[in-house]
C-alpha cells in the first residue's frame, strides 16, 4: 500500500519499460515490416501466417484419436481411439502434432531445419504448446530428440531443442537435453519405408547412466519437428523405457496421417 502521507512518487519501472518495448518494436516493425513465416508476405504481427498461408495449415483439432493425435472426419467420444491405434499400439503413451504435414507445415519445418530460419521455432513452439496442452498439464520433463554429434556439429543447432526450449517458454515444464542421446549415427530416414526406418534407428538412442535420474519414475514427453512412421519416436521411448521413465509421450510440429511418409 502506498503512503498518502509520503513525499515519495511511486515508481514506474514496468510501465515504463514496457512503453520502451513497444516503442523498440514499432521501430523495428517500420524498418523491416512483418513478414509471413511461410511465404513472406507483409503482415500485421510478426511470427504469424498471412491470410492465404492459414487456412492452408491443416490444423489437427478435436476430434483425434486420443493415442495417435490424428484427426477423426467426426466427433466419435472422449478417448476414442483409431483402428490403427487398437490394431498396432505405439510404444508411447500418446502423441500429439500441431498440423498434418502438408505443403504449409513442411515449408515450416524445412525452413527451420535446413534453411538456418531458427526465429520459427518460437512460433512453431508456441503453436505446440497448445497443441500438446493436455500432455503438457502433468509433464516432468521435455527431452528433445537428439542428433547424432556428427549431424549436430555439420547443422550447428537441433531444430527438436529449439522447439522443447519454445514450448517451455510457453508451459513451464524443465528441458533435459543431455537425458538422451544418439549413439550411433544413422541414415537420413527420408525415403526409407517403414521397414528401413525402423531397422535405420534400431538401438540407436540411450540415456546415459548419470542422466538416469532425469528419467526414471517421470511423466516425459518427447519432442520432434515431425512423426511420420514414428520408427524414430519409438526407438527413443524404448531407450526411456529402459531407463525407468513412468510415462513417455510425443509432441510434434507435424505429422503425416495415412501411408504416404516414404517421400518425406
Not at 513497444?22 to 513465416?37: E, M, N, Q, Y
Not at 530460419?117 to 518460437?122: D, F, G, N, Q, S
Not at 497448445?130 to 543447432?157: E, K, Q
Not at 513451464?172 to 519405408?193: C, D, E, I, N
Request: some cysteine; charged content about 25%; overall charge positive.
Amino acid at each position: 500500500m502506498v503512503d498518502v502521507h509520503s513525499d515519495e512518487v511511486p515508481s514506474d519501472d514496468g510501465g515504463a519499460k514496457s512503453r520502451l518495448a513497444a516503442a523498440l518494436r514499432f521501430a523495428v516493425d517500420l524498418l523491416v515490416p512483418p513478414r509471413c513465416a511461410a511465404c513472406a508476405k507483409p503482415i500485421a504481427e510478426a511470427h504469424g501466417l498471412c491470410a492465404s498461408c492459414w487456412p492452408r495449415l491443416s490444423l489437427i483439432e478435436r476430434p483425434f484419436c486420443d493415442r495417435l493425435g490424428t484427426p477423426f472426419p467426426y466427433e466419435h467420444g472422449a478417448g476414442t481411439l483409431s483402428t490403427a491405434a487398437i490394431a498396432d499400439p505405439p510404444v508411447y503413451d500418446r502423441a500429439r502434432a500441431v498440423a498434418v504435414y502438408g505443403d504449409v507445415a513442411r515449408g515450416l519445418v524445412l525452413g527451420l531445419k535446413y534453411a538456418d530460419r531458427t526465429e520459427l521455432a518460437v512460433m512453431m513452439g508456441r503453436w505446440m504448446a497448445r497443441a500438446g496442452a493436455d500432455i503438457l498439464a502433468d509433464a516432468d520433463v521435455l527431452v528433445p530428440v537428439p542428433l547424432y554429434r556428427t549431424r549436430l556439429w555439420r547443422r550447428r543447432f537441433n531444430q527438436s531443442a529449439m522447439l522443447a526450449h519454445a514450448v517451455a517458454q510457453v508451459r513451464p515444464v524443465a528441458v533435459s537435453t543431455a537425458a538422451l542421446v544418439r549413439v550411433r549415427s544413422t541414415r537420413q530416414q527420408v525415403g526409407l519405408t517403414a521397414r528401413e526406418r525402423t531397422e535405420n534407428v534400431r538401438g540407436a538412442f540411450r540415456v546415459p547412466p548419470e542422466q538416469r535420474i532425469a528419467v526414471a519414475g517421470r511423466h516425459v514427453v518427447l519432442v520432434d519437428d515431425v512423426l511420420t512412421s514414428g520408427a524414430t519416436v519409438a526407438a527413443a521411448t524404448r531407450a526411456l523405457k529402459r531407463a525407468g521413465a513412468a510415462k513417455i509421450d510425443v509432441l510434434v510440429f507435424a505429422r503425416v496421417v495415412g501411408s504416404d511418409f516414404e517421400a518425406i
